[in-house]
């Protein structure tokens, strides 16, 4: 029998907004890096950026795990709604920002993107192409809805085949073992990644998206991880699974450091696996076990977190650009005041856009009814 989902479990919530703030610090040090990883301005000089050690600690695991809760969530809405009721919800929700709004509100982060990439980039390119070009530029981390509004058809298509959902049920047997085990599916999946991309080619939009290896935790999360008696299972274990993701990924920093740490070689690397899939777990037991409540500050997180993902890169990409560009400013002053811009302006910026309700559709993907 299916499971049902009743009561809210706020620990899914508060683990989901805490991974969208690492996301927002991530770009933050991200966006100086200097280890090669593409879409930054770049560092402060060859030598040694020691705050670069965040990418390391962060990259091998957060977005798989916002696409691994992302499945859970798909259970339980689709447990109380019709497969095109869900369908309809979801497009609005992913599809119309990722797409309408490039072209309302994201062709602005665009514009600072080309500008990253060289000011005279566009230069002989006429106004209206520029703009386009500058909406298809601020997808930005909007990938991670296009591939999530992809991977709801995909899991709609899994469900009309297996109509008496016998891969839950099976999915239902597997004991512990089996569960830490799959973590060999997030080493086969970055074997799908293109290990030589072409530069004339579509390679790199393929190891951007990552289609195949974030397909594997959604849909984890949907038939595996949304179950009881696992969450129950990994918030009884967590310390010893964040023991272990800790030791993997000191190791990895460690040894790695300096390197870039986005290319298919490295995140193919065993230990780059080892370290992702245990902090996963890690991290749903540790809130399963400590952060299944709420507050004020909580349900509003859990209410705009989305936004804020939504919005925040223009607000590193126009300020971190500016400030590299046209400042002196130290490199210390420059992440200080980015770091804080980001979590002050990003929320300013979301309150704006969803009391206007033109913009609160086509940016946010939310109705009249603020859904």
């Known amino acids: 029998m299916n499971e049902t989902s009743n009561t809210r479990k706020h620990w899914i919530d508060n683990l989901r907004w805490t991974t969208v703030l690492l996301v927002l610090f991530y770009h933050v040090i991200y966006f100086y890096n200097n280890k090669g990883v593409f879409g930054g301005i770049g560092g402060f000089g060859d030598g040694p950026q020691y705050q670069d050690v965040v990418m390391y600690i962060l990259y091998p695991w957060f977005m798989p795990l916002l696409f691994l809760l992302a499945g859970v969530s798909a259970r339980y809405a689709l447990q109380n709604r019709s497969g095109r009721e869900w369908l309809k919800v979801r497009t609005r929700k992913l599809l119309v920002p990722a797409t309408i709004g490039l072209l309302v509100f994201q062709w602005m982060t665009g514009y600072f993107n080309t500008h990253v990439a060289g000011n005279d980039v566009l230069a002989a ?95 984890l999360g949907y038939y595996i991880f949304s179950r009881t008696e696992v969450q129950d299972t990994l918030g009884k274990a967590w310390i010893t699974l964040m023991a272990i993701a800790v030791v993997c990924g000191a190791l990895l920093t460690v040894t790695t450091f300096g390197q870039n740490n986005t290319v298919p070689q490295y995140m193919n690397a065993p230990l780059n696996c080892l370290y992702g899939w245990f902090m996963c777990l890690a991290m749903m037991g540790w809130f399963k076990a400590r952060f299944d409540t709420t507050n004020a500050f909580a349900a509003y997180m859990t209410r705009s977190s989305f936004g804020l993902y939504i919005v925040h890169y223009l607000v590193v990409a126009s300020l971190g650009y500016m400030m590299k560009v046209y400042t002196t400013l130290p490199p210390v002053a420059m992440y200080l005041i980015l770091i804080v811009a980001v979590f002050t302006l990003s929320p300013l910026l979301y309150e704006v856009i969803r009391r206007i309700p033109f913009l609160r559709w086509c940016v946010l993907g939310v109705n009249g009814k603020g859904k």
Request: glycine share 8%; hydrophobic share 55%.
């Open 125 to 219: 390119v006429p106004q209206p192409v520029k703009y386009i070009l500058w909406a298809v530029s601020g997808i930005g981390p909007l990938w991670f809805i296009q591939d999530l509004w992809i991977f709801s058809l995909i899991l709609l298509l899994i469900r009309k085949i297996d109509a008496k959902d016998r891969l839950y049920n099976w999915c239902g047997k597997l004991g512990t073992v089996w569960i830490i085990l799959l973590g060999v599916l997030f080493w086969l999946g970055e074997r799908t990644l293109v290990f030589n991309p072409r530069p004339e080619s579509l390679d790199g939009l393929w190891n951007l998206y990552k289609p195949v290896f974030y397909l594997i935790p959604f849909l």
